[in-house]
Nanobody
Framework: QVQVAESGGGLVQAGESLRLSCTAS????????MGWFRQAPGKEREGVSC????????YYPNSVKGRFTISRDSAKKTLYLQMNSLKPEETAMYYC??????????????????????WGQGTQVTVSS
């Protein structure tokens, strides 16, 4: 059984940083393409980054590019999301997700999100102004 679990959310002020962590168990971690998504109340879920299992390539939407960094530690079977210069509008529930032997192109559209079969419960990030 695959289990995905996020941690590290919290309350920060605008302009501050936060690092999220995610562990995945039940499958070989290195075989997993991993992604971070977020969903604010009343809004659709959106992708904020992904990292591919095959070549380690990473993708970000323009909204977070240059401020967010996704990384993975295979030895610790842990995925990270470093978020800098956070904005109030980025307040949302952040989810970690895993996809086995899938390539994330960074479109983060519905079709691509559906490739991510395993999801965590989410961790809340609140950015105050």
């Amino acid at each position: 059984q695959v289990q995905v679990a996020e941690s590290g959310g919290g309350l920060v002020q605008a302009g501050e940083s936060l690092r999220l962590s995610c562990t995945a168990s039940g499958l070989i971690f290195d075989d997993l393409t991993m992604g971070w998504f977020r969903q604010a109340p009343g809004k659709e879920r959106e992708g904020v980054s992904c990292i591919n299992w095959s070549d380690g390539s990473t993708y970000y939407p323009n909204s977070v590019k240059g401020r967010f960094t996704i990384s993975r530690d295979s030895a610790k079977k842990t995925l990270y999301l470093q978020m800098n210069s956070l904005k109030p509008e980025e307040t949302a529930m952040y989810y970690c997700s895993a996809a086995w032997h899938t390539y994330c192109s960074g479109s983060f559209d519905t079709k691509e999100q559906r490739q991510f079969a395993y999801w965590g419960q989410g961790t809340q990030v609140t950015v105050s102004s």
